[in-house]
């Protein structure tokens, strides 16, 4: 088979690395991929962002499968478009991917269904948004309404704090558009934990739990960032919060699914928030989080190509998914100076013997030499019978890794 995988992150770079190994795939076409998937195995990178295009590059190299990494394309209708086409795609129709792509949209949807959330609110208008905070219990959370790159969502410990962020969300336009339009809903005090699915639209397929680490610095401290490293599968899912999740959020989601007759063959992602008062789902994703993919697929057994086949033919209820036994420990490694500014165009350098264990994100292949073109570059993999020793692994191939500015967190895995 021939694909063509449209992204340019660390998850497409898994995804590319864990797709090659299938005995089915002969070209994997990265659209516009990074310096990983450049280099990887059966892989080539193609300079193509636009949609149209895409379609026509798909057409015109007689492409068996589409698969979308990130969360922009599926917003825009790019499934819708290539269905148009009797191209074959792998992702949710422009509909089904608002549950990403609009968090007033999501929330509603959780609130139509019964699905377990927090209480909130939507706001238009920026005056209504400022006056309902003068009421409200702190601390609260407010949400850009649109995508904003894992970025839109702030956790205010005051009222003034609160204000602030309205006002650069929705006067600032600090998300050019996607703060226009705010959600704003209760702090729910808990631990964090990501489950990756996959779904056909009548069976939902959890695979294994994961445990990101959002804040820049060690401790959980700073800001926020698009993930600083993941723990998989994440300790604080048990079996109970596992019942908890299926029968309060997973099934209510696929039963919305459903109802709402969402053309949704394609990934679902769970953030989820596990309290005293049991477990609440906070944000749904339409896609692989990154860098949640690298350690779930690091741990997959079952060949990805074969399920993504299996969703497309209404046919996962067949299915199981099967997982190497251990943990998976992964460490983002950043440029410093991120989420804020930083410098660009640092030589990596990457000894041959880890070179499986690690997946390029913000980085770029110039003359065949790689360099840092991002904030988070990469990440490193490290697994092992036990956290320890995945963690002892993962922070050993870090030594192994060179280029000028490197910054990680020294505490990932540690919960």
């Known amino acids: 088979m021939k694909l063509l995988l449209i992204g340019s992150g660390g998850r497409e770079h898994a995804l590319a690395w864990k797709l090659a190994k299938s005995d089915k795939v002969e070209k994997i076409f990265v659209a516009p991929g990074n310096g990983g998937t450049g280099t990887c195995n ?39 478009l290539f269905k148009e086409e009797n191209l074959k795609i792998f992702g949710p129709d422009k509909r089904g991917a608002e549950l990403e792509g609009s968090k007033s949209f999501s929330k509603d949807f959780m609130k139509k269904y019964g699905v377990k959330t927090a209480e909130y609110q939507v706001f238009y208008n920026v005056d209504k948004a400022l006056n309902y905070l003068e009421n409200c219990e702190y601390p609260i959370v407010i949400k850009a309404d649109g995508l ?26 600090i998300f050019k558009g996607a703060g226009n339009k705010v959600v704003i809903e209760e702090f729910l005090d808990g631990v964090e934990a990501s489950i990756l699915s996959i779904t056909d639209g009548k069976t939902i397929i959890p695979f294994l739990s994961a445990k990101d680490h959002k804040q820049v610095f060690d401790g959980g401290k700073g800001p926020n960032t698009g993930g600083m490293g993941v723990l998989a ?36 992602f769970f953030g989820l928030m596990i309290t ?25 057994e079952s060949d990805l190509l074969e399920l993504i086949e299996a969703a497309l033919k209404e046919e996962l209820h067949k299915k199981e998914v099967k997982w190497r036994k251990g943990t998976c420990v992964n460490v983002v490694l950043a440029s410093m100076g991120y ?77």
């Open 233 to 268: 599968p994440n300790p604080y899912v048990t079996a109970e919060v596992k019942k908890d999740f299926e029968e309060n959020i997973m099934n209510r989601t696929l039963e919305g699914i459903q109802k709402e007759g969402f053309d949704f063959k394609g990934i679902i």
């Open 339 to 415: 989420p804020g500014n930083f410098t660009k165009g640092y030589k990596i350098k990457i000894s041959k013997e880890i070179k499986e264990k690690v997946f390029l994100a913000g980085a770029k292949l110039e003359d065949g030499i790689l360099k840092t073109n991002g904030g988070r570059v990469l990440s490193v993999i490290g697994v092992g019978e036990t956290v320890e020793e995945a963690r002892n692994e993962a922070y050993k191939n870090i030594e192994d890794i060179e280029f000028t500015d490197k910054y990680f967190r020294n505490d990932i895995g540690l919960v």
């Open 148 to 173: 904003a790159a894992g970025k839109g969502v702030a956790i205010c410990q005051t009222k003034e704090e609160a204000k602030d962020t309205i006002k650069s969300f929705m006067i600032d336009d």
């Open 276 to 300: 005293k008062k049991g477990t609440y789902l906070l944000e749904y994703n339409v896609r692989m989080g990154d860098p949640e993919t690298q350690s779930v697929l690091y741990l997959m």
């Open 42 to 80: 059966k892989c080539e990178n193609i300079n193509i962002t636009d949609i149209n295009e895409l379609v026509v590059f798909a057409k015109e190299n007689s492409i068996d499968l589409t698969i979308v990494g990130p969360e922009e394309p599926l917003t825009k209708g790019i499934v819708d």
